[in-house]
């Protein structure tokens, strides 16, 4: 069975600052996919970004970027120019499909807190 | 982008009655629609896969008989919480997958489902 594994339950920076938030996952599957989710307050689930396996460019959206290391297994998000918007959980996906067919394991999520 | 939605957003019940909470992919035909159950401060947790025309698939310890799942249509999955009980006050979030080229999965607003 996949695991999601997020180590930092919560995180604060000042605005403007740069964060990183972890992931690391466990698979035996060598194709997969890996989504980064938003969830606010409002509790709508967000799609930030996601990751090919057999991609080996890290996948960007904006100020959203993804530090993939497929060896270990690895799955970091990296937020520039972090904004007060982009307080919120955040939470690590695995799937072994592109996302449409196969249900996601989550990770236990990140509390992110941009302070002004 | 992909829109789906849930309905109702919250429900307060009784013990022992049930519950109908429907999940609609408002510009797009899934594939594949999933229910999860989040609980507070904690992350999402997949329950079933369901897929238009078939027998929901169910994740191990979900009990079926509890948690129907009708797929009618493309557009269109119900779960029904039967003879509720205190302990199955949760969120309930669907997501819808579509196929093809950016195969993913988008998530409904959910629905705060609350047992007396």
């Known amino acids: 069975a996949q695991t999601v594994t997020q180590s930092q339950p919560e995180m604060s920076v000042q605005e403007a600052e740069t964060v990183t938030l972890s992931c690391t996952y466990d698979t035996s599957e060598n194709n997969y996919y890996l989504f980064w989710y938003k969830q606010p307050p409002s509790r709508q689930m967000i799609l930030v970004i996601r990751q090919e396996a057999y991609k080996q460019q890290n996948a960007t959206e904006n100020r959203f970027s993804v530090n993939f290391q497929k060896a270990a297994k690895s799955f970091s998000l990296k937020i520039s120019d972090s904004q007060l918007g982009d307080t919120a959980m955040y939470f690590c996906a695995f799937t072994n499909s592109g996302g449409g067919a196969d249900g996601l394991t989550f990770g236990k999520g990140t509390h992110l807190i941009i302070q002004p | 982008g992909a829109v789906v939605s849930q309905h109702p957003s919250r429900v307060i019940c009784k013990s022992g009655t049930s519950v109908k909470i429907e999940c609609r992919s408002l510009?797009?035909?899934?594939?594949?629609m999933f229910w999860y159950r989040q609980f507070p401060k904690q992350s999402l947790m997949l329950m079933a896969t369901?897929?238009?025309?078939?027998?929901?698939?169910?994740e191990q310890g979900v009990e079926k008989d509890k948690f129907l799942i009708n797929h009618a249509s493309l557009t269109l999955s119900t779960l029904t919480v039967t003879s509720a009980h205190p302990e199955d006050s949760s969120f309930y979030i669907c997501?819808?997958?579509?196929?093809?080229?950016?195969?993913?999965?988008?998530f409904g607003p959910g629905t705060r489902l609350l047992v007396l």
């Open positions: 369901s897929n238009e025309g078939s027998k929901a698939t169910y």
């Open positions: 997501s819808a997958g579509t196929s093809g080229l950016m195969e993913t999965q988008y």
């Open positions: 510009d797009f035909q899934a594939t594949t």
